[in-house]
């Protein structure tokens, strides 16, 4: 009992009245005072060991809490709209883990709309975006700058007017999609809205749309990072768009704590941005 009562600082009285006490609560007798020493009963005995284990899940816990401040241990959930996802982002994630191989990450495709969601919900701590932040409770960072094409068939001309863009059919993405958005105000550009335009199909994806328009059925405005690879054949042709570049923006929720490793991972892509990165 005396070197119970070294090892935990405690006077030894305070630990025989604690002990008292949970035998009392629990109508149990741990020790058998044996002269003026104490031996564990068989209750005792099998309360020690559980105690033990109790002990050594504290002891584990306590290392698990030293790993994710240190980045020995921890996971990153981040959601990302197409374009800044599949063509931005990879290159960030594997910088990542080259220095961090111990941090799982898993990534989340879908619309800005969506990414907003996932973040003020909490679903995700960190987004990435190329519209706008429309959401209230969410801090933004431009991380990137990318240009919006219009691409379709060798038939549009460079010179990119009104009557053409009303005459031609369109292949747009879904509503909640960024490139959806700057289609908006590319129309405003030339006084048009969608109902001014002849809409043939509305796709979920840049890959989707940059399909139907190699295969012909129609024009469509999008980045010039998912169309750079149409830029190799003979019967696309594509036009820069007359707007600005649009920010490529990182989002993370201001309501929400940040663990050690979106930390580490935000620091990272601040370290690395350049608003004319792309």
Do not use: C
């Amino acid at each position: 009992m005396t070197r119970a009562a070294e090892v935990l600082r405690l006077s030894q009285s305070a630990v025989s009245a604690a002990i008292s006490a949970l035998e009392r609560r629990h109508d149990v007798q741990l020790f058998d005072r044996v002269g003026r020493g104490i031996a564990l009963t068989p209750a005792g005995a099998v309360f020690l060991t559980e105690a033990k284990d109790i002990l050594n899940r504290s002891q584990q816990a306590e290392r698990v809490l030293e790993d994710l401040s240190t980045l020995r241990r921890g996971s990153i959930q981040l959601v990302a709209s197409q374009t800044v996802g599949n063509y931005w982002l990879p290159r960030q994630l594997m910088s990542f883990h080259s220095s961090n191989p111990d941090i799982d990450l898993s990534v989340e495709i879908t619309n800005s709309d969506r990414v907003m969601d996932w973040i003020t919900s909490g679903k995700a701590e960190l987004g990435f975006i190329e519209s706008p932040v429309t959401m209230d409770g969410l801090e933004a960072t431009q991380v990137g700058t990318d240009q919006m094409v219009l691409i379709g068939s060798r038939e549009i001309g460079l010179q990119i007017d009104r009557a053409m863009l009303m005459s031609l059919p369109w292949v747009i993405r879904e509503e909640g999609s960024g490139t959806r958005a700057m289609l908006l105000e590319f129309l405003s550009h030339y006084r048009l809205t969608l109902s001014d335009i002849r809409i043939a199909l509305v796709l979920p994806s840049n890959e989707a749309i940059a399909s139907a328009v190699s295969d012909g059925l129609g024009v469509a405005l999008m980045s010039r990072l998912a169309a750079g690879f149409l830029g190799q054949s003979s019967e696309i042709a594509i036009r820069p768009s007359p707007q600005p570049d649009r920010a490529l923006t990182m989002v993370l929720s201001t309501q929400r704590h940040r663990s050690s490793a979106v930390q580490a991972f935000v620091r990272q892509i601040k370290a690395g941005s350049n608003p004319a990165l792309i």
